[in-house]
């Protein structure tokens, strides 16, 4: 591919006039081989793979309850996994989601329990999100020299902290019926979730593949540098997408307190890890600038599914542990070894970037 | 009911968490129970000790069409909504040891009555304590309901009688969040504020651990006492040892023992899950359901068990 | 005819996909500097790796001082006394001096095996002192300038008593002042015999330094003369492989009426009271030593960094940008210095680096117009005749000239009314050379004011309309480019104390 | 410029911390006077001595650029393995428990080690793989059962709670690893050029550094830590659980990034990594001390965190600004 592209360009460096520039075409080149060798297809194969051996393991697996109602039991987490894409596409990781669930559900249920309406008390929740992603985004744009590691590390301590000095060690729920729909409800036979999730991928990968704005992500994630230089503001970028991310994450606190029809300040624990190894899982490179919507998206049913599978059949925790921890790393090691033209893509690129420095021989 | 249908009787037990001696044991007493009177038994436990986990898993047993699930539950009330689902699925719903709202289920198993270990603690306290000193709680922050309930109690046994408790007071109520690191500086703290601290009360197997190596690495054997809820094999050392004159916890394997025949008399139609009824527990015998302190029901297993230097040989091997 | 040290004989590296070397022969006498030139890609950095053992060759046999050798690592080759100035310096930013020039063969204690701090600071002091560097061996080497950071890897080299010293496009980083500096110190080389392969896209190096000249291209061997038997023009055209009528289009563009005007400019430690003013198709040159402050200067105009004291006016306007996007906003476009690191994005294809600048344009509330996009870029990269396939190319596989073009193109996108150019052709082969110099002119033309910022002496004459030179941060002399002299520009860029400023001492 | 600002620049980044320090113990002091006695400063130190030891090699690992999320586990691994083997052979002799456990971390860590420096595995995915497998194992070894202290020979606990000339164990073998880590850093030459590694990878290969096999080094040597770790921690605790060590990493890096230890590579001391978790180990002795409502202490421990950074940046941006260090773009 690249390779290709430099022997066509080998070619062109021998053909001497600089004036005319008619040699340089603007369509777009297409081949089979780049189609398939995307990491998609590899995770499509993972994913009929644990449908099949589901059905094998377990004799309720392999049925229409399944695919329409089980999903609903995974995707609370899911509404992160999108936006945590977009922080990881940008080169950071943010490790404070999980609590920000638990402070905007414990936030959501106080104030709703002190007498707030149902509607405020959701939109107060997803104002509580929002504003933990956009405290986290300022410190990070504020203190440029602040890794994003320690910022979020911190601030998933103390966002848990704040939920606990609320609740204490109490739960708080008692919400209205209605409110239960949301997690449990579903509209002609398809969960609701279901649906709110769908709207949220689309719109996610629109935002990612089509818009400015995903493409000055993406740019950023590969030099935020050269961006700034192109006039990009790249500081309002990295806060929208940190409050972003908190807002989902308020997202998620509503669909899981709906869930469990209450909730309490040590919930979502590590969900951080189990988002980012979605992310990871689809493709997305964590160091920045590499990744497609759909690969998080099936990482999602994967595992899902996975857990899901082994529980019908009734396998032990550890077990699962064991089976999803190897999953992860086995396909990321399968990308190295398919993906060889990318490796020699990224020699050329490093080798172009930090000069005529290593190439991986 | 279901039984029929399905062909099978299969019935699933729900505990906290994975890697959990003591709930190993309600399992395998549950197993033994159940197996007792022909079913199948599911053992399920997720790895994190959430109501979240334990929602997924609680589903995956529906679509397997279980006919009943106990649960010893991570949260009192989180669990309602999906347990409503098993009911709507004609799954027969109990909880044990821990226990969910009345409103999700038929009864609940009872390890021991609440008022009764509460009261039982500070009496202990009192005992080691000769009548007079500081006392302090190490509790964890217990998600589980049952832990605060305890506390309530002990609180009320010192409040009811003021006069026999009247040259002891309750410094301070740590919280160790079941970690061993962080029960350990709680305790440590607690030593540091309080120098003539005469007995630590944990109603926690990890908290009592902690504090009795604590105590014992400090060579406090002697001046300050533990005691509370622990695991015979936990506490062993320092039974014999004297931080622990003695201490109490339940049998877990009784409690799933008898969640199996609790389980088996709703199937077989002897019990509904009312007060008042009865029915027999294999070799733990008659049983009464009764009226428990949240509205619901329960069966209540019996008085917290003793463990001191007498008879700790023969249970620190068990579990 | 003396002894033949080193000498390699049809060598054939193949990346994938790419020939870089197809099947060139080279041979280096005892004591002789060996110059090696050729377009960007020609294949140089290439070799020379094939030399040091960084790449094993496909096909080809070396024999060094007579025997056949075949280096698998860098190391096998240090020990064999070949060491290398890589083209880009391979500094650890993070590490002392004396740790930079010793790493790998660190001094240590004979039985402890523990390092010998003391030694190793006294060694690379020594070795410092001998090419007069003025700084010390705990210095830690990312707070050195470039100048100085180069002086360290000569110095790493000269640690290794090599017998064979390979110097890959040293003097890019490194002005007029102190090349001269580089020059002594390889010519000292040399006379104490040491076989020196200098690869250069200067001709005034060639010209100062070579005995022999070889010339590459497109991975091909072209022909080696003597330094003295042949032309530049010759040799420009073994290089490019056709004629380049006139490298600097003089062309009269007459100089309307002042866009910018900069008043008394100053940044507390990198500039003080700058003052010029630009007229529209005016070419400015900006010139000095390293370290003289230019950078900060065009940074601060584009807005990366801010200043405190003076005023700019755009058009007579007041202006002060907070940002980049602000001074594109404003109509001022910036040609960074380092293009890799703050021009391109090396992993993207050439179409969407240039739209990058100015995704406004080809998008519609805020969608991306996929099919404006690539008009658009294809459009501006014709324009600025960029040599690829097409604009799906990714920028990484381009020479240094053509991604020079691309991030010219990006700035263009912007309608602007200044655009600064900070050392546009930094490491760009003489054709490439001649397409930017064309570029450039034909933006003065098309009515632009030009800041070029720029350490050759040839382009600033031969470019610019006036010449403003700064010397640590400050304006030394404003002249006409009419009737100026190399000797007073460069009189102005290092009045007196002249070895401290060298080495861009602020 | 003056010479070397740039060490005086670290050094006073690291007086912030310090200064931060001393602030906070004075506080906590004035809150509850039994803070500074000798009883409590020991069990503080011995509270730390384990962190300390993980700090060390993660220390390692952030400075060549990666990280390592696995070691929670690693230590539940080790600390099970060993507890295991000494209650079925009570006779197994402490130096033997040891070094089993440290065995079984280098394995761990050269199986992460091989992911990241052969197969190009990015660390944070390698370690988060790592984690859940080393952790499930965890639980399959033991059965869900614990190993409970009396079956533990006293020997075996003694290795955390015996003395050396008066001063506990974990304090003793933190010391050691501190100079032996000391010396391997700054005297060494493999130590150099781990750092040379994180400086600047690419040219690291270029002048011939084996930087495939250092990285894997960096790794081993983490997991090692991390299984001596685990040693002491069953036998601090006198109980190994599966559960052991959930989420400690993190507090491990906190501890790391506090002593100025850069997750871009090339940078970190010893001295502030003393600092460091030092720091972390006030905090989590204080909060019981100073009578706070259980469930402020996270607040409080989160914010003291961010506060601590927060003043290093002010006090790096000070100097800085005053020294004209190179332009921050
Ligand atoms: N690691 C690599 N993988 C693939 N192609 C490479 C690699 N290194 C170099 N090339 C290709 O080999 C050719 C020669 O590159 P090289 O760097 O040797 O040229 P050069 O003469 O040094 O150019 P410059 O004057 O810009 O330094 C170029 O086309 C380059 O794209
Ligand atoms: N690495 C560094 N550490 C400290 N100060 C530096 C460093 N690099 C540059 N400076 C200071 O910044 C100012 C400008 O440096 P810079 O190299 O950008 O000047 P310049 O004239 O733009 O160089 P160039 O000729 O490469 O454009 C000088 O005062 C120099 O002392
Ligand atoms: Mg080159
Ligand atoms: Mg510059």
Redesign the pocket.
């Known amino acids: 591919m690249v390779a290709e592209e430099e022997k066509r360009e080998r070619k062109k460096r021998s053909v001497p006039p600089p004036g005319d520039g008619t040699l340089l075409s603007t369509t777009m080149p297409w081949s089979w081989k780049d189609f398939f060798l995307q990491w998609e297809w590899m995770l499509v194969a993972v994913l009929s793979l644990v449908i099949v051996v589901n059905s094998l393991i377990s004799p309720f697996f392999l049925n229409w309850h399944t695919f329409i109602r089980t999903p609903a039991s995974f995707l609370d987490k899911a509404f992160i996994v999108f936006p945590m894409m977009f922080v990881i596409i940008l080169g950071k990781i943010d490790i404070s989601v999980g609590s920000t669930v638990a402070l905007s559900a414990v936030i959501m249920a106080v104030s709703y329990n002190a007498g707030l309406p149902m509607g405020l008390a959701i939109l107060l929740c997803l104002g509580v999100g929002a504003a933990a992603g956009a405290i986290n985004g300022f410190l990070l744009v504020a203190f440029r020299e602040l890794s994003f590691v320690i910022v979020t590390l911190s601030t998933m301590i103390i966002y848990r902290g704040i939920a606990y000095i609320i609740l204490g060690n109490r739960a708080s729920g008692g919400f209205p019926e209605g409110f239960s729909l949301l997690a449990w409800g579903s509209l002609g036979g398809v969960p609701i979730i279901l649906i709110a999730f769908v709207i949220a991928a689309v719109s996610f990968g629109l935002v990612l593949h089509k818009t400015v704005f995903g493409r000055a992500l993406f740019a950023m994630g590969h030099n935020a540098r050269a961006c700034r230089h192109s006039g990009i503001n790249t500081d309002l970028i990295l806060w929208t997408v940190f409050t972003l991310n908190g807002l989902m994450a308020a997202v998620t606190a509503i669909f899981l307190t709906s869930r469990m029809g209450s909730t309490r300040p040590n919930v979502a624990m590590g969900y951080e890890l189990e988002v980012i190894a979605m992310v990871a899982l689809g493709g997305v490179s964590t160091s920045g600038g590499v990744g497609r919507i759909g690969g998080p998206v099936l990482a999602i049913f994967i595992v899902g599914f996975l857990g899901y599978g082994m529980g019908l059949a009734n396998l032990q925790a550890p077990i699962v542990l064991v089976v999803i921890g190897t999953l992860l790393i086995v396909s990321v090691l399968a990308h190295k070894i398919r993906f060889q033209g990318f490796k020699l893509f990224r020699a050329r690129s490093t080798a172009a970037t930090a000069g005529e420095k290593n190439q991986e021989v | 009911g279901r039984a029929e249908q399905t062909g099978t009787g299969r019935h699933a037990f729900v505990f906290k968490n994975t890697g959990n001696p003591y709930g190993e044991k309600q399992m395998e007493g549950f197993g033994v129970g159940i197996g007792e009177q022909g079913f199948e038994a599911i053992l399920r436990a997720p790895d994190q000790p959430t109501a979240e986990a334990q929602i997924q898993i609680i589903e995956q047993l529906i679509a397997q069409r279980v006919d009943s699930i106990t649960v010893t539950a991570n949260d009192y009330d989180a669990l309602q909504p999906v347990l409503r689902q098993a009911r709507e699925a004609g799954v027969r719903i109990v909880s044990a040891d821990s226990a969910v709202n009345p409103a999700s289920r038929l009864t609940h198993v009872n390890q021991a009555d609440s008022e009764m270990i509460g009261r039982t603690l500070i009496q202990a306290a009192y005992d080691m304590a000769g009548g007079e000193g500081q006392i302090a709680i190490l509790s964890a922050t217990s998600q589980a309901s049952n832990q605060n309930l305890w506390i309530e109690w002990m609180k009320t046994e010192l409040e009811e009688n003021p006069e026999k408790y009247a040259a002891m007071d309750l410094v301070r109520v740590a919280y160790g969040d079941d970690l061993r690191d962080k029960s350990v500086s709680e305790t440590e703290g607690l030593l540091q504020t309080f120098p003539d601290l005469k007995v630590i009360i944990a109603p926690t197997t990890v908290g009592i651990a902690a504090a009795g190596r604590v105590i014992t690495d400090r060579n406090l054997v002697g001046q300050v006492f533990v005691t509370g809820l622990g695991l015979p094999s936990e506490m062993a050392e320092y039974i014999q040892n004297g931080a622990t004159p003695y201490m109490f916890l339940w049998n877990p394997i009784d409690v799933g023992y008898l969640s199996a025949y609790v389980v088996g008399a709703l199937i077989r139609g002897e019990i509904s899950g009312e007060a008042g009824e009865t029915f027999e527990a294999g070799r733990l015998g008659i049983f009464e359901v009764t009226r428990a302190p949240d509205g619901g029901t329960e069966v209540l297993l019996g008085a917290p068990f003793r463990f001191d230097p007498g008879n700790i040989d023969e249970w620190k091997t068990v579990y | 005819m003396e002894t033949k040290i080193l000498e390699l004989q049809n060598v054939t590296k193949v990346f994938p996909g790419v020939k870089a070397l197809d099947n060139v022969q080279f041979d280096l006498r005892q004591g002789e500097i060996h110059c090696l030139m050729g377009e960007n890609g020609a294949g140089k950095s290439t070799f020379i790796k094939v030399i040091t053992g960084v790449h094993a060759p496909d096909e080809g046999e070396m024999l060094l001082g007579g025997e056949p050798v075949l280096f698998r690592t860098p190391r096998e080759a240090y020990k064999a006394g070949i060491a290398a100035i890589y083209q880009h310096v391979t500094a650890y930013p993070d590490l002392t001096v004396a740790e930079n020039i010793f790493m790998g063969h660190e001094r240590v204690t004979p039985w402890t095996r523990r390092i010998d701090w003391a030694r190793m600071h006294r060694e690379a002091q020594d070795l410092l002192d001998s090419l007069d560097a003025n700084f010390s061996s705990r210095e830690r080497m990312?707070?050195?300038?470039?100048a100085r950071q180069q002086i360290v890897e000569i110095a790493k080299a000269l640690s290794a008593q090599a017998r064979v010293l390979v110097m890959d496009e040293p003097t890019a980083?490194l002005?007029r002042y102190e090349s001269e500096e580089l020059y002594r110190i390889t010519e000292d080389l040399r006379n104490s015999g040491v076989s020196i392969i200098f690869i250069s896209h200067r001709m005034e190096d060639i010209w100062r330094l070579a005995d022999r000249v070889t010339v590459f291209r497109d991975g091909r061997y072209i022909d080696t003369w003597e330094a003295r038997e042949i032309t530049q023009h010759d040799l420009v055209v073994a290089m490019v492989g056709r004629e380049i009528s006139h490298l600097f289009p003089k062309r009269k563009v007459k100089t309307g009426d002042e866009i910018l005007r900069v008043e008394k400019l100053g940044r507390r430690?990198?500039?003080q009271d700058i003052s010029f003013s630009l007229k529209q198709g005016e070419i400015l040159a900006l010139t000095?030593?390293?370290?003289?402050?230019?950078?900060?200067?065009?940074e601060a105009l584009y807005g990366v960094c801010s200043w405190d004291s003076g005023r700019v006016f755009l058009e007579g306007a007041p202006y002060r940008p907070g940002s980049p996007r602000q001074a594109l906003e404003a109509g001022i476009g910036a040609l960074p210095?380092d293009r890799q690191l703050e021009g391109l994005i090396l992993q993207w294809e050439i179409g969407k680096n240039i739209s990058l600048a100015s995704l406004g344009e080809v998008s519609r509330r805020g969608w991306i117009q996929i099919a404006r996009e690539r008009d658009y870029a294809g459009g501006l990269a014709k324009k600025l005749s960029v040599k690829a396939p097409s604009i799906f190319t990714r920028v990484a596989a381009l020479s240094g000239g053509n991604q020079q073009k691309v991030v010219v193109a990006k700035i263009l996108s912007r309608d602007l009314k200044v655009i600064i150019l900070?050392?546009p052709t930094k490491g760009v082969d003489v054709g490439a050379k001649a397409a930017i110099y064309e570029i450039i002119g034909d933006l003065a033309e098309q009515g632009y004011g030009i800041i070029l910022?720029s350490?050759e002496m040839p382009e600033v004459l031969g470019l610019s309309d006036r010449i403003v030179v700064?010397k640590?941060?400050r304006v030394t002399a404003h002249m006409e480019t009419a009737g100026a002299t190399q000797e007073e520009i460069l009189r102005a860029a290092m009045v007196s104390d002249q070895k401290e400023m060298a080495h861009?001492?602020? | 410029?003056a010479k070397h600002n740039w060490q005086w620049n670290e050094n006073l980044r690291e007086l912030g911390l310090l200064l931060f320090m001393a602030i906070l113990v004075v506080a906590i002091q004035i809150r509850n006077p039994a803070f500074l006695t000798a009883g409590n400063l020991t069990s503080l130190l011995t509270n730390t001595a384990i962190l300390a030891i993980l700090a060390l090699g993660m220390m390692l690992v952030l400075v060549t650029r990666g990280i390592d999320l696995s070691i929670g586990s690693t230590i539940a691994l080790a600390g099970m393995v060993t507890s295991l083997a000494v209650a079925r052979y009570p006779g197994i002799p402490p130096v033997a428990a040891i070094g089993l456990g440290t065995a079984v971390g280098a394995l761990a860590g050269m199986v992460v080690g091989l992911l990241v420096s052969r197969w190009d595995v990015l660390p944070i995915i390698a370690t988060l793989g790592m984690m859940n497998v080393l952790r499930g194992l965890t639980y399959v070894i033991s059965g869900g059962r614990w190993v409970s202290s009396y079956q533990m020979s006293d020997s075996f606990k003694r290795i955390a709670t015996g003395r050396i000339l008066g001063v506990n164990n974990l304090i003793v073998i933190a010391l050691l690893a501190y100079l032996v880590a000391a010396w391997f850093i700054n005297h060494t030459r493999l130590g150099r050029q781990i750092y040379a590694v994180g400086s600047n990878p690419e040219a690291a290969e270029v002048s011939g550094l084996p930087k495939r096999r250092l990285i894997f080094l960096v790794y081993t040597i983490m997991g090692s830590l991390a299984g001596l770790a685990g040693v002491l921690w069953v036998a601090k605790f006198a109980s190994a659980q599966g559960d052991t060590a959930t989420g400690y990493e993190l507090q491990v890096i906190a501890a790391c990034i506090l002593g100025g230890v850069s997750i871009n590579g090339g940078v970190g001391r010893l001295t502030g990594l003393f600092l460091g978790t030092v720091m972390l180990g006030i905090i989590a002795n204080a909060l019981p001390l100073i009578n706070v409502s259980p469930f402020w202490q996270m607040g409080i421990q989160g914010g003291v965190v961010l506060a601590a950074v927060l003043t290093n940046v002010m006090v790096r941006r000070n100097t800085e600004r005053t020294a004209?260090?190179?332009?921050v773009i």
């Open positions: 990312g707070n050195l300038s470039v980083a002005t430690g990198f500039f000095g030593l390293v370290g003289a402050g230019r950078t900060e200067v065009c210095e900070d050392e910022v350490s700064m640590r941060g861009g001492e602020a | 410029m004209l260090r190179r332009r």
